[in-house]
């Protein structure tokens, strides 16, 4: 990456898909954003308005169908898909609002699963790197627990710590706090938020959830297949404009905002 070129680059990103009735949907119609390591970027949107369609584009899982997506200064539609899945693998960490863990496997297992696919340090030292993150977030105690024996803000962590345990330049989180009450979803965002800028990774998070987005430096919504900057949300007295927002954009306000 040079000096200049952000983590990730979009510059005018498509999508559309063909329906049996043989009509195009245009679901992102020029989507422009940088995102600089150690940002921490929302992107709020109604349902439907397209954000699964994006998080899919920014995690090398489907392709453009025009436009430019550039990963650490690297044209990814070039690569072939082996080379998108390695670059996947080694450097973007998925977080998932039902969390995604395997059942029948202990916390620990859970958080090694990634490090099997590693580098040869990763992969040798994985159990080690397993714990340390299982400490990282605070469930160092709780390693020998199938997920059924957690409750949901400790299943989260571990999926934190799994999607986190190969140090990714780039964390997704996609609703990350849809399953969780209010209090346990901030105490996750903020861990994540703490973690990624530990480690100088960029965190885009996607929700319907105006008060998660506030914890971002920068929001975007997704409108008609479009992203436009609405700024930052955290500011104090900010609630009343959350409140509009929401309204007008079919979102959640979040508690502070709507009481
Ligand atoms: N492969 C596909 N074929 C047909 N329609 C699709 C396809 N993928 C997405 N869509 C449609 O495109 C629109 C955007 O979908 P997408 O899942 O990206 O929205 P979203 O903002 O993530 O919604 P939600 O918040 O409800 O998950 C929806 O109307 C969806 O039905």
Redesign the pocket.
Same mark, same amino acid.
């Given at each position: 990456m040079t000096a200049a070129e952000p983590l990730l680059h979009l510059e005018g990103l498509r999508r559309w898909?063909r329906?049996p009735s043989g009509e195009d949907?245009h679901?992102l119609r020029g989507v422009d954003l940088e995102v600089d390591a150690g940002d921490h970027v929302a992107i709020v /949107?109604? +349902?439907?308005? /397209?954000? +699964?369609?994006?998080l899919n584009l920014l995690g090398l899982i489907d392709r453009q169908s025009d436009g430019v997506l550039r990963f650490d200064g690297q044209d990814v539609h070039r690569l072939r898909d082996a080379r998108r899945a390695r670059l996947r693998g080694a450097s973007i960490g998925f977080v998932f609002q039902q969390f995604n863990l395997l059942d029948g496997r202990t916390a620990l297992e859970n958080v090694m699963m990634p490090l099997l696919y590693g580098d040869a340090r990763q992969f040798w030292h994985r159990e080690k790197l397993a714990r340390e993150m299982l400490d990282r977030v605070g469930l160092g105690g709780r390693a020998d627990q199938v997920p059924a024996r957690l409750s949901g803000g400790e299943q989260q962590r571990v999926a934190v710590a799994r999607a986190l345990v190969r140090r990714p330049r780039l964390i997704l989180a996609d609703e990350p706090t849809g399953a969780l009450d209010v209090s346990t979803g901030e105490a996750v965002m903020a861990l994540l938020d703490e973690i990624a800028r530990d480690s100088d990774a960029a965190l885009v998070t996607i929700t319907?959830d105006l008060q998660v987005a506030a914890l971002s430096q920068r929001a975007y919504l997704?409108d008609e297949g479009t992203l436009h900057d609405i700024g930052t949300l955290d500011a104090a007295g900010t609630a009343e404009a959350r409140t509009a927002l929401a309204a007008t954009a079919g979102l959640r306000a979040g508690q502070e905002a709507v009481a």
């Open positions: 898909v329906l949907l679901i /949107g109604r +349902s439907g308005s /397209g954000k +699964s369609t994006l319907h997704l």
